[in-house]
């Protein structure tokens, strides 16, 4: 099976399309607080979800501690608050997350950064030998959505966007307060998308820097094609991180115009 396109490859069309269609269904936000970054070697302490529909707002929430049966490093601590003596009476991942596991298994699966809290679900379910999977197409990611949203604002992180929108929650990095506030992100993310008019919307989406690998994607190209056509056409990019983790990115109205073939002359190329 050929995997699956990133979001960021979709063209902005069938993006506001896949966008309207999850808007209109039950959301489960999930948020988790671990160990460390990786699942292979690090768990879950804490675990929060919030259930509802935009038109009929929180329906169910739930949280937890969960004993991850090992220390939690400093670092951790002091960014969680979440110490090991808080844990020590808390349950382990074993009995905590069946409880879990029906909300998790029904309506949109929502986190922002969801490839972090998705990978430890996954990893901790498999421990337990249960398989957790959901659809691509029953998953949102608030990260995705507000860098296709919000491309302007200096950071998308969590905490970053509740100054911003000014979200009336407790601190940032416990589960329950950050699933409340990534549930709030949705409602306002995605009611903006079916409130707007299509025009608005796909101005606003071709604002959204994306990494090369999406822009050749978009392009149907390799990697080296994608970006030579890209120089070639003229279009601008800019390069993000460090030393080898550099990336090149390019603005996605940009790469759509190329692929459309709407001008040759380069320097018609931007829209903005």
């Given at each position: 099976?050929s995997?699956?396109?990133?979001?960021?490859?979709?063209?902005?069309?069938?993006?506001?399309?896949?966008?309207?269609?999850?808007?209109?269904?039950?959301l489960?936000?999930v948020?988790?607080?671990?160990?460390?970054?990786?699942?292979?070697?690090?768990?879950?302490?804490?675990?929060?979800?919030?259930?509802?529909?935009l038109?009929?707002?929180?329906?169910?929430?739930?949280?937890?501690?969960?004993?991850?049966?090992?220390?939690?490093?400093?670092?951790?601590?002091?960014?969680?608050?979440?110490?090991?003596?808080?844990?020590?009476?808390a349950?382990?991942?074993?009995?905590?997350?069946?409880?879990?596991?029906?909300?998790?298994?029904s309506?949109?699966?929502?986190?922002?950064?969801?490839?972090?809290?998705?990978?430890?679900?996954?990893?901790?379910?498999?421990?337990?030998?249960?398989?957790?999977?959901?659809?691509?197409?029953?998953?949102?990611?608030?990260?995705?959505?507000?860098?296709?949203?919000?491309?302007?604002?200096?950071?998308?992180?969590?905490?970053?966007?509740?100054?911003?929108?000014?979200?009336?929650?407790?601190?940032?990095?416990?589960?329950?307060?950050?699933?409340?506030?990534?549930?709030?992100?949705?409602?306002?993310?995605?009611?903006?998308?079916?409130?707007?008019?299509?025009?608005?919307?796909?101005?606003?989406?071709?604002?959204?820097?994306?990494?090369?690998?999406?822009?050749?994607?978009?392009?149907?190209?390799?990697?080296?094609?994608?970006r030579?056509?890209?120089?070639e056409?003229?279009v601008?990019?800019?390069?993000v991180?460090?030393?080898r983790?550099?990336?090149?990115?390019?603005?996605?109205?940009?790469?759509?115009?190329?692929?459309?073939?709407?001008?040759?002359?380069?320097?018609?190329?931007?829209?903005f």
């Amino acid at each position: 099976m050929s995997p699956q396109p990133s979001l960021s490859a979709m063209r902005s069309p069938d993006l506001l399309a896949h966008y309207r269609q999850l808007s209109q269904q039950p959301l489960t936000v999930v948020d988790l607080e671990t160990t460390g970054a990786y699942p292979n070697t690090s768990r879950i302490t804490e675990i929060a979800i919030v259930q509802g529909m935009l038109a009929d707002g929180i329906t169910h929430q739930q949280s937890s501690l969960v004993n991850p049966e090992c220390p939690i490093p400093d670092k951790i601590v002091q960014v969680t608050g979440i110490t090991s003596a808080m844990v020590s009476q808390a349950a382990p991942t074993r009995e905590v997350l069946p409880e879990f596991w029906s909300p998790l298994n029904s309506g949109v699966i929502t986190a922002h950064n969801l490839s972090f809290d998705y990978g430890f679900l996954t990893a901790e379910f498999r421990r337990m030998d249960w398989e957790f999977a959901r659809s691509p197409m029953e998953q949102l990611c608030t990260v995705q959505l507000s860098r296709l949203l919000l491309a302007e604002l200096p950071s998308r992180s969590l905490p970053a966007l509740v100054r911003h929108f000014r979200f009336p929650v407790a601190r940032s990095h416990r589960a329950e307060a950050d699933a409340l506030a990534c549930w709030l992100l949705a409602n306002h993310l995605l009611n903006e998308i079916l409130n707007e008019s299509d025009a608005a919307l796909l101005k606003r989406f071709a604002r959204q820097w994306i990494p090369l690998k999406d822009a050749a994607q978009l392009l149907g190209s390799t990697l080296a094609k994608g970006r030579s056509r890209l120089v070639e056409a003229g279009v601008a990019a800019r390069e993000v991180g460090r030393g080898r983790s550099k990336t090149r990115m390019y603005r996605r109205g940009d790469v759509e115009q190329l692929l459309e073939g709407l001008t040759d002359d380069p320097t018609q190329l931007s829209i903005f």
